[in-house]
């Protein structure tokens, strides 16, 4: 079964509310192995209204309409819909008796406009709408369905998952199981090369490539009747993609982050992590504290953008800075090596570069990168180039640091 | 001239992404004066690309398409679209180079189905993109135009700041000119309270509030036959809302962030600066960090999560810590004190929170945040109660703090 959403609401259109209604009515449909291949949005106007439900009605199976029900006279979805589906507005006693309560209840007067939510489409399914006035409608005629939601996502939310989720399932039986795989350290060309083949031959389960930062996320989605039989499916794809990328699979988990994934495996290891950074200057650590626990693991973080703060702080040889440059391998590597001394940690990483957009120079240009990581007596030094604006090459650098302070646990000796 | 958004992208059908794009290049075209009546979401296909954008392009004097201009096989949009405008596709060589380029530049292996980015319909405006490898483009036919953008916000928003802002402009003649005051350390509905009544009665210029995390920002639009005219409409709404909110306006520049306030006044003042933080842990010194030409002022920013390193990095007195706790305006203060001594800073921020999810108390709920801030002998402690995740926490801390060190050196003695 196909469904399609169309929000109303001229306030998405002029990019006064991001529209996460779409967002969350298109992952529950995909759940419900209901196939959406349209979203739609049109302002407060029954002419262009009338004209996208048309359309939308004639491709799709059902048509979630979400917004325009309110007592408005800009709020026009239930006429549309009604006229469109050729079904009289009648008043329904049910529904004019629940707003009567509902204003009762708060000691507010209701108004004439109020009223005209009570009318409904003669032969439409009426949704209680426990939260707010406006009652949901579903209006089925000719094997073909519109279900109308009010916009606000706590009215919207609980009336699809208490009334509108059970009545599509009991229409489209089958599910639909997604998993993903995120890769770091690998560009989304070579990570998508690499998998082109199963791309190209697999039609159940599909694979997709999202790319993020220094990310690459394959996701493996699957169709079957039943849920078990789905997860298999996805099972034998994630496994084969395990099997191609190996340890730069961070996670196959959906909510778990990069630097999650070496929190994680800091914590595994028993270790404690230091970071000292220039460039990045706090980003860094940021991401790694933004991850709840931290604090088991996270022993200190410093930011050393002066050469000034990188001889205090972390012991910088001043005839490093003047030989080789803040921006080198060989202040990278005391960078990490002084920080994992002065904070007594594990692990350290230290990020040196330059972030633009002054700065560079032939020799080292804006978004050279270096990255040294020290765990146990071990200090591996980087090179990066990234390109795109302060914030961009910030960004890739951070995304690296991550991916190669987990590489360098990952093939340290464990603790014993 | 109407224009109309087609995002391409199966991930937004799916709902794995909020639709973030529409929301932005809506606003813009708002902002534009462009009328914009329709937004669809089509997936990675072909055919029903094409036709929405023949229903678009029909509608529409304009179309911008978001998403599927990536290397992979699914990525789709540019092909769907020269055909649909009837427009060959053709090498282009200064796109081959510049992605030849990206990939040299970070002595990455350039796959072949990166070649296909290089290729653009024939005659179209190529916009470069220099912060991805799929470059933008502009297709222009009987008076209609197809604009494309890559998919990924960082890549989208210069690209649409730089080039096709600009090309709009062209095409809308009479003057849309727009300011935007921006307020610190005031919410939403106080400031929105505190202009209702230039809103209600303003239609040229409008008033156009937007909240953002710790702040709120006016925008103030005009619309006339002439800049000159736009522009002193607006000027006069400015200085009202400038004598509203005095001090608390940071900017009236659209550009400007308040880091870069921040960062600018510290500059002006000849002070230089310095961090200490637990719960927001980098984030405070990154976002100064990421404006360019800090180095002058930033002397050194320190990340004490633990208690240990509170009392290593900057003194923080053992009792203090065990008597009044980590989250507590008595060792706030003794943070900012002792990190402005350790790094010989004139101003020095502090920030010590509980971010959650976990750690919060009865007494110390999470969301308790304090922040101290140390500028020539003076040490100022502000409590705050934050409500949201931990990222949102933690990211209304960072604004609170650059809101407070932005007081405290307004209000300090300016250097003789």
Redesign the interface.
């Known amino acids: 079964m196909t469904v399609e959403l169309i929000s109303v609401g001229t306030e998405?259109?002029?990019?006064?509310?991001?529209?996460?209604n779409?967002?969350?009515?298109?992952?529950?449909?995909?759940a419900l192995g209901l196939a959406?291949?349209?979203?739609?949005?049109?302002?407060d106007?029954a002419q262009?209204l009338r004209e996208?439900l048309k359309?939308a009605l004639e491709r799709s199976d059902a048509v979630i309409l979400s917004g325009g029900l309110g007592p408005t006279t800009d709020d026009l979805t239930k006429e549309t819909a009604a006229e469109a589906m050729g079904m009289p507005l009648v008043e329904d006693p049910r529904s004019l008796e629940r707003i009567e309560e509902y204003f009762r209840v708060r000691g507010l007067e209701m108004t004439d406009n109020n009223k005209k939510q009570a009318l409904v489409p003669a032969g439409a399914v009426v949704l209680d709408n426990d939260n707010g006035t406006a009652p949901g409608l579903i209006l089925e005629k000719d094997g073909k369905r519109a279900i109308l939601l009010p916009g606000p996502p706590n009215e919207l939310i609980p009336m699809f998952e208490e009334r509108v989720r059970p009545y599509l399932q009991r229409l489209e039986p089958g599910i639909l199981y997604?998993r993903t795989v995120k890769i770091c350290g690998i560009?989304?060309?070579?990570a998508?090369?690499m998998v082109?083949d199963l791309?190209?031959t697999q039609t159940n389960p599909t694979i997709?490539?999202?790319?993020k930062?220094g990310e690459v996320h394959l996701?493996v989605?699957a169709r079957a009747e039943r849920e078990k039989e789905a997860k298999n499916l996805v099972k034998t794809v994630v496994k084969e993609l395990e099997k191609r990328f190996g340890q730069d699979v961070y996670t196959t988990k959906e909510e778990v982050t990069l630097e999650q994934a070496v929190v994680e495996l800091l914590l595994k290891r028993k270790m404690t992590v230091c970071?000292i950074?220039s460039?990045?200057?706090?980003?860094?650590?940021?991401r790694?504290?933004?991850v709840?626990?931290?604090?088991e693991t996270?022993?200190?973080?410093?930011?050393?953008?002066?050469n000034?703060?990188k001889q205090?702080?972390a012991g910088v040889k001043k005839k490093t800075l003047e030989k080789y440059g803040a921006v080198s391998p060989q202040t990278a590597e005391e960078m990490a090596r002084g920080a994992a001394k002065a904070?007594h940690a594990d692990a350290t990483v230290s990020v040196t570069g330059i972030a633009?957009?002054?700065g560079g120079s032939r020799e080292k240009p804006v978004?050279l990168v270096y990255i040294g990581c020290h765990v146990g007596d071990r200090t591996v030094v980087q090179e990066?180039?990234?390109?795109?604006?302060?914030?961009?090459i910030?960004?890739s650098a951070v995304s690296a640091a991550l991916t190669l302070l987990r590489r360098c646990i990952l093939t340290a000796e464990p603790a014993q």
């Open positions: 998405i259109l002029l990019g006064n509310i991001v529209n996460t779409a967002a969350w009515l298109s992952g529950q449909c995909a959406c291949y349209y979203q739609s949005v049109v302002g106007n262009r996208a359309t997604s560009g989304e060309s070579r998508a090369a082109q791309i190209d997709a490539p999202y790319a930062t996701r989605t970071t950074e460039c990045t200057g706090g980003m860094l650590a940021s790694l504290i933004n709840p626990g931290v604090s996270f022993r200190a973080g410093y930011i050393t953008y002066s000034r703060a205090k702080v904070a633009g957009p002054d978004g990066y180039r990234f390109v795109g604006n302060r914030g961009k910030r960004e």
